[in-house]
């Protein structure tokens, strides 16, 4: 199951049988689904709900699919999408491609291609949306741009990488837990972690900031605490 923070998929696909068997791969992960088998009802799902990914079917009549990502495109460049297709027609694929597409599926597709491209579309929907200054308490701050803590005294404290994917990924969830997993996968970028050196990690965010930045909730994750 991914830890995917409860996102929602808008997920478009004109064939019943499909649209079942991918709706419910996505619940056994840990994703809410809006399905609607045309263009129309997803546009008014989108414009209704807060929706993460969007996954599609090129294959709606009258290329309704391709003129649904360009019409989400003139308004929302940051949306990751999937798109489905029975057949890798070049042109069509080109422009989804410049339409900044996160992933294209051959149906019928297989289990492990659509996990993986969830699961790419899960760590952008995640990032995607950049973070500003931020106050961290009333005497710390958060520097995105330059990735630094501004200090009360004055000086500036310069983050690792690591460390300012944590603290920027705690950030954008702020009102939540951070599961062990995700903070794996978007901080540790595929490699393996371990509870030691996540543990080392937060010590040295402490040490630059200050002792209660970082919540950590046993054998759940950690959160960020902006008091």
Request: proline letters at 4%.
């Amino acid at each position: 199951m991914f830890a995917t923070q409860n996102l929602a998929v808008l997920y478009i696909e004109q064939d019943p049988e499909i649209r079942k068997r991918g709706t419910q791969l996505m619940h056994e992960n840990g994703l809410r689904v809006f399905e609607s088998d045309n263009t129309s009802n997803g546009c008014d799902l989108f414009r209704m709900n807060e929706v993460d990914i969007v996954m599609i079917d090129l294959e709606l009549p009258e290329k309704s699919g391709l003129n649904f990502i360009r019409c989400l495109r003139g308004k929302d460049i940051l949306t990751p999408v999937i798109i489905t297709t029975d057949h890798s027609d070049q042109e069509t694929l080109l422009e989804a491609i410049n339409l900044e597409i996160t992933r294209y599926l051959i149906k019928p597709c297989k289990k492990h291609d659509l996990l993986d491209a969830l699961q790419m579309a899960i760590k952008k929907a995640v990032n995607c949306h950049p973070l500003t200054f931020t106050k961290l308490n009333n005497e710390f701050s958060y520097d995105p741009v330059n990735k630094t803590i501004n200090n009360p005294n004055g000086s500036v404290n310069q983050l690792s990488k690591k460390e300012y994917l944590l603290i920027e990924l705690l950030l954008k969830n702020k009102h939540q837990i951070v599961p062990y997993d995700l903070i794996e996968m978007l901080v540790w970028e595929g490699s393996i972690m371990s509870m030691d050196a996540l543990r080392t990690l937060v010590r040295g965010i402490r040490k630059k900031t200050y002792s209660t930045i970082i919540a950590n909730y046993n054998g759940i994750g950690y959160k960020i605490n902006l008091n």
